[in-house]
């Protein structure tokens, strides 16, 4: 079959496979275009595998060089070698530099994480910056040791243990497929990087929320009114930071007054209904006017394609600024801290223990989750309207 006829075919449309010469063929699709296959018999088994289109380099591939390709796949099968497998190594190894081989490690991570948001973040900001375009094969101990370090004292530990695991997974990939022969990241362990972690203990007293809340509202050059009524909402309700800031404006009914959190977002996989005082009606309002339209209750504030709303590290860095600048004169704090404080605050104004789990949207104890399996609506709601009332005078 020479280009007249393949080309002819295509105009017409006659949608099947057409043999062009040993082992390589046509397809033909319903929508008239048309790409290379090569068909094989490879341990018993008969495969077949798509080469390229049909036309003009680089978005297709003409009829003399589809020829050649095939030769070269037959020649591999002679060898006992399956193309499609040599094909998928030839892939790889295309792999150069550290952001290349990152792609394929995080490609994997969506796949089998249900949260692949989190190495992602930690490559992009604590990884790649240093080793991000650097040859695969020149990355060093030295380059990981100055990584966890950085982090590590930039103040936070833990993400410089985070970032040592991934540096260990991501140059693991790059044995797999044959890029190195030893792991940079491999002498490390903790003690290198951030250390031991414990379970942390932090809760604020009624004083420190107070002292925190006043001076925010005295520092609005640094800590803007939209993260002001964030920290006030994640204290009353006591919900997780990534819960609140992707928060849209669809699953808010002022009407009834609840926040509808769908379990896609929930770190246990479970929605929950969350009821809303007046107070925190009010600030969502506020929230409202501030989004200038968003679908988003907290709207990216720079043109960014990452996320449609603020980052994950907004609020910690506005926080963080306050200490930095000594505005905020106790005890460090961390902003999951302010759900610890909400759980120790609904025990004080006699909350149940199993309605105040409920209440952070925690799993119940295997037992009361398998037989217990009500909401606790009601009861969720007078225990968060007790609560935004014993904190109304520190807001």
């Given at each position: 079959?020479?280009?007249?006829?393949?080309?002819?075919?295509?105009?017409?449309?006659?949608?099947?496979?057409?043999?062009?010469?040993?082992?390589?063929?046509?397809?033909?699709?319903?929508?008239?275009?048309?790409?290379?296959?090569f068909r094989y018999k490879i341990n018993t088994k008969r495969k077949e595998l798509t080469i390229a289109k049909f036309g003009d380099e680089p978005l297709g591939l003409p009829l003399v060089k589809a020829k050649a390709v095939a030769a070269s796949y037959?020649?591999?099968?002679?060898?006992?070698?399956?193309?499609?497998?040599?094909?998928?190594?030839?892939?790889?190894?295309?792999?150069?530099?550290?952001?290349?081989?990152?792609?394929?490690?995080?490609?994997?991570?969506?796949?089998?994480?249900?949260?692949?948001?989190?190495?992602?973040?930690?490559?992009?900001?604590?990884?790649?910056?240093?080793?991000?375009?650097?040859?695969?094969?020149?990355?060093?101990?030295?380059?990981?040791?100055?990584?966890?370090?950085?982090?590590?004292?930039?103040?936070?530990?833990?993400?410089?243990?985070?970032?040592?695991?991934?540096?260990?997974?991501?140059?693991?990939?790059?044995?797999?497929?044959?890029?190195?022969?030893?792991?940079?990241?491999?002498?490390?362990?903790?003690?290198?990087?951030?250390?031991?972690?414990?379970?942390?203990?932090?809760?604020?007293?009624?004083?420190?929320?107070?002292?925190?809340?006043?001076?925010?509202?005295?520092?609005?050059?640094?800590?803007?009114?939209?993260?002001?009524?964030?920290?006030?909402?994640?204290?009353?309700?006591?919900?997780?930071?990534?819960?609140?800031?992707?928060?849209?404006?669809?699953?808010?009914?002022?009407?009834?007054?609840?926040?509808?959190?769908?379990?896609?977002?929930?770190?246990?996989?479970?929605?929950?209904?969350?009821?809303?005082?007046?107070?925190?009606?009010?600030?969502?309002?506020?929230?409202?006017?501030?989004?200038?339209?968003?679908?988003?209750?907290?709207?990216?504030?720079?043109?960014?394609?990452?996320?449609?709303?603020?980052?994950?590290?907004?609020?910690?860095?506005?926080?963080?600024?306050?200490?930095?600048?000594?505005?905020?004169?106790?005890?460090?704090?961390?902003?999951?801290?302010?759900?610890?404080?909400?759980?120790?605050?609904?025990?004080?104004?006699?909350?149940?223990?199993?309605?105040?789990?409920?209440?952070?949207?925690?799993?119940?104890?295997?037992?009361?989750?398998?037989?217990?399996?009500?909401?606790?609506?009601?009861?969720?709601?007078?225990?968060?309207?007790?609560?935004?009332?014993?904190?109304?005078?520190?807001?």
């Amino acid at each position: 079959m020479n280009v007249q006829e393949i080309k002819s075919l295509i105009r017409k449309g006659q949608v099947g496979r057409y043999q062009v010469g040993d082992n390589l063929y046509l397809r033909i699709s319903s929508s008239k275009t048309a790409s290379w296959t090569f068909r094989y018999k490879i341990n018993t088994k008969r495969k077949e595998l798509t080469i390229a289109k049909f036309g003009d380099e680089p978005l297709g591939l003409p009829l003399v060089k589809a020829k050649a390709v095939a030769a070269s796949y037959k020649a591999l099968v002679r060898d006992g070698i399956d193309p499609k497998i040599q094909k998928s190594r030839d892939l790889l190894s295309d792999l150069k530099t550290v952001d290349q081989l990152a792609e394929s490690w995080l490609k994997d991570c969506r796949e089998r994480l249900k949260y692949p948001n989190i190495p992602e973040r930690v490559y992009r900001k604590d990884i790649a910056p240093h080793i991000g375009e650097l040859p695969i094969s020149e990355i060093t101990p030295l380059d990981i040791k100055k990584i966890i370090r950085t982090i590590k004292e930039s103040g936070r530990p833990t993400i410089s243990n985070d970032a040592l695991v991934y540096c260990k997974q991501l140059f693991n990939e790059a044995i797999k497929i044959d890029l190195i022969s030893s792991n940079p990241a491999l002498p490390f362990n903790t003690k290198d990087a951030g250390g031991k972690e414990y379970s942390r203990d932090r809760v604020l007293s009624l004083e420190e929320i107070t002292l925190t809340f006043k001076v925010m509202r005295n520092n609005q050059d640094c800590f803007v009114r939209q993260n002001y009524l964030a920290f006030q909402l994640l204290l009353c309700l006591g919900c997780r930071k990534g819960e609140l800031l992707a928060a849209k404006w669809s699953e808010f009914d002022f009407k009834n007054q609840v926040w509808n959190m769908p379990k896609e977002r929930s770190k246990t996989g479970i929605s929950i209904t969350y009821p809303l005082h007046d107070q925190l009606i009010a600030a969502l309002e506020e929230l409202k006017v501030l989004s200038v339209g968003s679908e988003f209750i907290f709207p990216n504030r720079r043109k960014s394609k990452r996320f449609p709303h603020i980052s994950m590290d907004t609020w910690n860095a506005a926080l963080a600024n306050l200490f930095k600048k000594e505005c905020l004169d106790i005890a460090h704090f961390t902003i999951h801290d302010l759900r610890r404080t909400c759980r120790t605050l609904l025990a004080e104004i006699g909350t149940a223990p199993h309605v105040a789990e409920r209440c952070l949207n925690h799993k119940l104890p295997k037992i009361m989750a398998v037989y217990d399996r009500h909401d606790y609506f009601e009861e969720r709601k007078e225990a968060h309207q007790k609560l935004v009332q014993y904190l109304a005078s520190c807001f």
